[in-house]
């Protein structure tokens, strides 16, 4: 069985290995396929028993060091646009700080885990389904979409680009844009990343290659940067208003997955990338499906503690 | 008269007086000395549950119960609801009068079977204190209280244990009564008590009472009183730690040559 650890927050004690191993195989999974893991590390703390709430929050600060650490590698490569990240974060805080606020009030109304449950349904599935698709696709050599389709939906959004006030220049990423997109999207991204617990890389990456038009050179490392500022800041406000975050929890899961992430990284360049794709999206899609069951079976147990699903 | 009225009142107070002292010196009898180790709970960072060894000595021919409870509580509870195929969350339910935590066992299985009577333990006496306000709808009340029994055992938080505890006779002394039980690992602090109920014949003969603390100890005693009181700086502390391990783990990573 192995020793235990409490938890003051989550007031339970949970074994340290299986912390430790949840820890690892998330961080495995994210080193293994280049994708962040709070979005399988909150659904999988919930499993083993801590209330959602805790494991968002705790899963937030974890996230913290993973950026950092993440940070700091692209940020020696010359990979991080610190001007945009900025931008990205001004709208982070302002969604993170709404997102926090929407917590705190569903769960006075005592339906914040439903929430949390149906968003990581259509999270979980969509993430799943789409890198299940891109997997199985690239596997059997599907013959690519027709170029001239993107040429002309890419050049009517860079007249819509065009058109949008106050254009600002982006050194790092040799690109000229209004300030508006990324403060809308970093908004976003930082309401998702609050509710949810995510970093909310899912969303931010692809919205800074199609809709920002950023360089992919520079694109995981400000996504980095702009999640490790907007995490930052859910951390501190959901430990000062929610009193949800766990230290104890978050130290343990963030050794577990630091280590994991490195190991996956290292696997990572041994294995066929488009079935690594196959195997997160499978993970990904268990997970979504028993948390759907979850919520259309008639359950066990007809009464709940206010606060927990 | 007077004199007549006068011998009788002695009379009266002499059998008063004399049955005082039989009911005393029954209950004298009846006494049960009650031993609870430990009588304080730490939890501290390796907290994994706890055994409360419960021993007493009883008279002869008695039976036993024992009951670690806590403090009645408020607790705002959520029936489930059918929306749109999916189960959410109804109306809240505030249920008053049950105990936070409810343990018991008995030396004898009966004494703890329920009965749907009035009794002094078990169940049936939560059933009896227990009330539950807000959103109840028509939901009868036994329905919510068996509902609210299983919500309640499957967190470990009540346990009925018929039969666990042991009862040996001791040369002379009377009987021996052991039993030990489970605190869950989800427990909060607070003020528990033990108590013994002598039984015979379905009579309480007499009831001990002995106190059981279960406080915060070390590390995460540090760490939820820094998260309660100091909840700014606690998020600060825990956004620090969490930059600083990272930038440290990414550096030793490049030290070592291993790939981020």
């Known amino acids: 069985m192995g020793p235990s650890l409490y938890s003051p927050i989550a007031e339970n004690s949970i074994n340290v290995f299986l912390l430790l191993g949840l820890g690892s195989s998330v961080g495995f999974f994210s080193g293994l396929c280049g994708v962040g893991g709070g979005f399988l590390m909150t659904p999988l703390l919930t499993m083993i028993g801590i209330p959602p709430t805790i494991a968002a929050a705790s899963d937030s600060n974890q996230i913290v060091a993973s950026a950092a650490s993440g940070t700091y590698a692209h940020s020696r490569l010359g990979g991080v646009d610190f001007k945009m990240g900025l931008f990205l974060f001004a709208g982070g805080l302002a969604g993170s700080t709404l997102g926090v606020r929407i917590v705190e009030s569903l769960r006075a109304e005592g339906h914040v885990d439903f929430i949390i449950r149906i968003l990581y349904v259509v999270l979980l599935g969509g993430v799943g389904a789409y890198m299940m698709a891109e997997g199985v696709s690239c596997l059997r050599k599907k013959a690519v979409p027709d170029p001239a389709d993107n040429i002309s939906n890419a050049s009517a959004w860079n007249r819509f680009l065009g058109v949008l006030p106050w254009p600002v220049r982006f050194g790092k990423s040799g690109i000229t844009l209004s300030p508006i997109l990324p403060l809308v999207a970093g908004c976003l991204v930082g309401l998702v990343a609050a509710i949810l617990g995510v970093g909310g890389g899912f969303i931010m990456l692809p919205t800074m290659c199609y809709v920002l038009r950023m360089p992919i050179r520079v694109v995981v490392g400000t996504n980095l940067f702009q999640e490790l500022l907007v995490c930052t800041n859910v951390t501190i406000l959901q430990a000062s208003e929610n009193h949800t975050v766990d230290l104890v929890l978050a130290l343990t899961l963030l050794a577990g997955s630091t280590v994991g992430a490195q190991l996956g990284a290292r696997l990572s360049h041994r294995i066929n990338a488009d079935t690594l794709k196959i195997i997160f999206a499978s993970v990904v899609l268990i997970i979504m499906v028993k948390i759907f069951l979850e919520l259309v079976i008639a359950p066990d147990l007809m009464l709940s503690l206010k606060g927990e699903q | ?260």
């Not at chain 2, 959520?78 to 105990?99: V, Y």
């Not at chain 2, 059933?127 to 299983?150: K, M, P, Y």
Request: net charge positive; with cysteine.
């Open chain 2, 1 to 260: 008269m007077l004199c007549t009225g006068s011998a009788r009142s002695k009379v009266c107070v002499m059998c008063a007086g004399f049955l005082v002292v039989m009911l005393w010196s029954a209950v004298l009898a009846a006494r049960a000395e009650l031993t609870v180790t430990p009588h304080v709970v730490r939890i501290g960072t390796w907290y994994d549950g706890a055994k409360i060894h419960v021993r007493a000595v009883i008279p002869e021919g008695c039976q036993a119960v024992l009951e670690l409870r806590g403090a009645p509580a408020q607790t705002r509870l959520m029936r489930k609801e059918r929306h749109w195929g999916m189960w959410k969350n109804g109306e809240e339910i505030l249920e008053r009068g049950a105990p936070v935590l409810y343990l018991a066992m008995s030396t004898d299985p009966e004494l703890l079977t329920r009965s749907k009577k009035n009794s002094s333990w078990g169940y049936d006496a939560i059933s009896g204190r227990i009330s539950f306000t807000g959103g109840v709808g028509n939901i009868a009340h036994h329905q919510l209280f068996d509902e609210f029994l299983w919500l309640k055992e499957n967190r470990g938080r009540y346990g009925i244990f018929p039969g666990r505890a042991s009862i040996q006779v001791l040369p002379g002394k009377g009987q021996l009564v052991e039993g030990a039980f489970i605190l869950p690992t989800h427990l909060a602090c607070g003020n528990y008590h033990v108590a013994l109920s002598v039984v015979k014949d379905g009579r309480v003969l007499s009831k001990e009472m002995r106190p059981l603390k279960v406080k915060l100890a070390g590390f995460p005693a540090a760490v939820f009183e820094l998260a309660h009181r100091h909840a700014l700086a606690y998020g600060i502390l825990a956004a620090s730690i969490a930059i600083l391990s990272g930038f440290l783990v990414g550096l030793l990573f490049h030290f070592i040559g291993k790939p981020e």
